[in-house]
């Protein structure tokens, strides 16, 4: 097998945060509004009491991602079909009586808000959407318990209308029916950057790389990658264990490769170790860039030869046996990926990644969304302000939504930027452009153009919040209706709700268990991985330990992202390798 060069597409050529523009975010950003726009006037037609609310529904669950809509899609409406219910049962249990509804109101909230911290994916998505469903059906009915049943139903109509014109334009819009094929494409260009950076700094044993594992969060977003294909092609479910052990076994080999460079560093492997390792590296990379299509035939003999290298080599091969089974397990995952079925060569099975669940931050985010609650129908009981409904729903979707950031402050500033953006553009387009053409054909033009704008900078990467939070301020103080009111104290008012519920969530976050930044922020993190190092001696297996080493790299991705210090990633690297070279651990991995 022949050592790959390495490519000109490593993680050092990283594309620039914002384009201006591309065919896939126009395309989404067009088939969005439009979306938008149809669910907006079905909702208007059938005379639904608040029709931006299928709007509304649209622009969330839409994605970029087809299978991630589709999944989404589905926690919707069961989030949906909770929220409505539980908002339903606290207003009919506490007719005329405030203490008793904000109570439980707001203790609903801070379950959904503990279970969201917990759980992963779309359990916690749809634990969110239950949350601030119920709030939009209960928070402005409350002390008119005769018309919640009319506004559930209203609501919860208009929800659902929009979350079936969402899935309509993500299935108009696929582009191929090869989901398999597509997938194992994103594979391969993925495996073969991190192959690329295995290979280099295995160069002689003195690369001069820091050590880093560049590719950690990478690796674990592969995961929400798997999921989606899986739920695009229920075909593929047949074989997931070979494809949702992908990220585990490519962390397991980034692991490998910088222990085995460190041991060669202090002449404790040998040439020959580093000879078999770069060439299995090196070859599997140069076969998974070639331009041909990779074939089932071409896969099998692949591994077979890759299989073969210990026997034909001197070296030692327990050392590079933990880069070698990870190769053996992706050739094996894209074999059955395009042929769906369990491959035929021989491989190691890795279990799915393991993310950690903080407990500890659970309680707090409980703790802040009750307390929050409740300050929040404090603030409307003593103002008797008329646009408190609006005020508290958005703190309950700001407290429930931003759990399980890391810096749900940081991250809330933008989504008041852009809740404040979107209410003067709204502001804006009603009184320049609606009240003159007080049109339903201007009004579509008007919302499709707004729309279109908000969803094109949602598909953004370092600007979706900004996008999605202009969106919801755009289509709040807009108010699309049949026919369309004027009131600019009134919109104006809104605007001040909106941004004031979001300042608001901020401040609940600060005096509420206060996220740490900085060098604080960082001692923190290699604390939480000094202590989840100990945990290491309690897993006797192999599964064991790989899934001990997943949420290792979890960590140590967070490490990554709140510092660009290549010392203190390299003290998390540092970690992360002495639990893996604990005597457990080797004991461990010699079980199944």
Request: proline residues 5%; positive net charge; charged residues 15%.
């Amino acid at each position: 097998m022949r050592i790959a060069s390495p490519s000109n597409n490593v993680i050092g050529r990283a594309q620039a945060w914002l384009h201006f523009t591309s065919p896939g975010d126009a395309a989404f950003a067009l088939r969005t509004a439009l979306a938008g726009v149809a669910a907006l006037f079905v909702a208007m037609w059938l005379q639904l009491d608040v029709p931006r609310w299928a709007m509304w529904t649209v622009v969330v669950v839409s994605l970029p991602v087809r299978g991630n809509a589709l999944r989404k899609t589905a926690a919707r409406l069961v989030g949906t079909a909770i929220g409505c219910s539980v908002g339903l049962t606290v207003v009919a249990l506490f007719p005329q009586d405030r203490i008793g509804f904000y109570l439980t109101f707001s203790l609903w909230l801070g379950a959904c808000a503990y279970w969201a911290t917990l759980r992963q994916g779309y359990v916690s998505y749809a634990a969110i959407l239950a949350a601030f469903t119920s709030a939009i059906v209960s928070a402005d009915v409350s002390t008119t318990p005769t018309t919640v049943w009319n506004t559930t139903v209203s609501r919860g109509s208009a929800t659902v209308i929009g979350t079936l014109f969402a899935l309509l334009a993500s299935e108009m819009a696929a582009r191929s029916d090869d989901i398999p094929g597509d997938l194992a494409k994103r594979v391969r260009s993925f495996a073969a950057d991190l192959l690329d950076w295995a290979v280099r700094q295995l160069d002689d044993g003195n690369s001069d790389d820091p050590k880093d594992a560049p590719f950690a969060a990478k690796t674990l977003e592969l995961h929400e990658t798997c999921i989606n294909a899986i739920a695009e092609r229920s075909a593929l479910g047949w074989v997931k264990s070979w494809i949702l052990g992908l990220p585990t076994a490519l962390l397991s080999l980034q692991s490998s490769v910088l222990d085995l460079r460190e041991e060669a560093r202090h002449g404790r492997a040998s040439s020959a170790d580093l000879r078999l390792a770069r060439g299995a590296i090196g070859g599997t990379a140069e076969f998974l860039r070639s331009n041909a299509a990779v074939d089932l035939t071409g896969l099998r003999r692949q591994s077979e030869e890759l299989a073969a290298l210990p026997d034909n080599s001197p070296a030692n091969f327990p050392a590079v046996k933990g880069i070698i089974d990870p190769l053996l397990y992706l050739l094996a995952s894209l074999e059955a990926i395009l042929s769906v079925r369990p491959p035929s060569s021989p491989a190691p099975v890795y279990p799915s990644p393991q993310f950690i669940a903080h407990p500890r931050l659970a309680t707090t985010n409980l703790i802040r969304t009750v307390t929050g609650m409740l300050l929040g129908f404090m603030i409307w009981d003593a103002t008797a302000w008329t646009h408190g409904p609006v005020f508290l729903i958005n703190v309950a979707v700001a407290l429930v939504l931003f759990v399980r950031m890391e810096d749900p402050v940081a991250g809330n500033q933008t989504n008041v930027i852009g809740n404040l953006i979107g209410g003067v553009v709204a502001i804006a387009a009603k009184y320049f452009v609606l009240v003159r053409y007080n049109d339903p054909l201007v009004l579509a033009a008007v919302v499709f153009l707004l729309l279109f704008i908000g969803a094109w900078v949602e598909a953004k990467p370092g600007l979706s919040a900004l996008g999605l939070f202009y969106l919801n301020g755009l289509q709040i103080v807009m108010e699309p209706m049949n026919p369309q009111k004027y009131d600019f104290v009134d919109d104006v008012n809104i605007v001040i709700a909106l941004t004031l519920a979001y300042a608001f969530v901020s401040l609940v976050f600060l005096i509420i268990g206060a996220p740490r930044s900085g060098r604080e922020r960082i001692l923190e993190l290699l604390a939480r991985m000094r202590r989840r190092r100990q945990q290491v001696e309690s897993c006797p297996t192999r599964r064991g330990r790989l899934c001990w080493e997943t949420q290792m790299y979890d960590e140590l991705q967070r490490l990554q992202a709140a510092t660009s210090n290549p010392r203190q990633r390299e003290k998390g690297v540092n970690i992360l390798l002495s639990g893996l070279r604990s005597p457990a651990t080797f004991a461990g991995a010699a079980r199944t």
